[in-house]
């Protein structure tokens, strides 16, 4: 089974900075895709940036030029620089990991980490 366990969320003012990070462990073959997700209260869970092997990216609207996402591949980690905040990122934080385990493929995801940011 593949371990996910996030860290790095907490409280900042609006225009502030966090860097949340993400290790996955376990008996892990390959990991292909990883990504950071949030969900608001009430609202559904979205994505918010991918990130390939490859090092391909991909941002939701509501975040491009502000946050940025890259991953270490020999930590099997994945980060999230999030710039500028504001109060609508308010929301729990999730890493998702999706690859290759012994023989099968996996899809995991974290706990959360919450993010709050005060107006």
């Known amino acids: 089974q593949v371990q996910l366990v996030e860290s790095g969320g907490g409280l900042v003012q609006t225009g502030g900075s966090l860097r949340l990070s993400c290790a996955a462990s376990?008996?892990?073959?390959?990991?292909?895709?990883m990504g950071w997700y949030r969900q608001a209260p009430g609202k559904q869970r979205d994505v918010v940036a991918t990130?390939?092997?490859?090092?391909?990216?991909d941002y939701a609207d509501s975040v491009k030029g502000r946050f940025t996402i890259s991953r270490d591949n020999a930590k099997n980690t994945v980060y999230l620089q999030m710039n500028s905040l504001k109060p609508e990122d308010t929301a729990v934080y999730y890493c998702?990991?999706?690859?290759?385990?012994?023989?099968?493929?996996?899809?995991?995801w974290g706990q959360g980490t919450q993010v709050t940011v005060s107006s």
């Open positions: 998702k990991a999706e690859g290759v385990q012994r023989l099968s493929y996996f899809a995991s």
């Open positions: 376990g008996s892990i073959a390959s990991i292909n895709d």
């Open positions: 990130i390939t092997s490859f090092g391909y990216t």
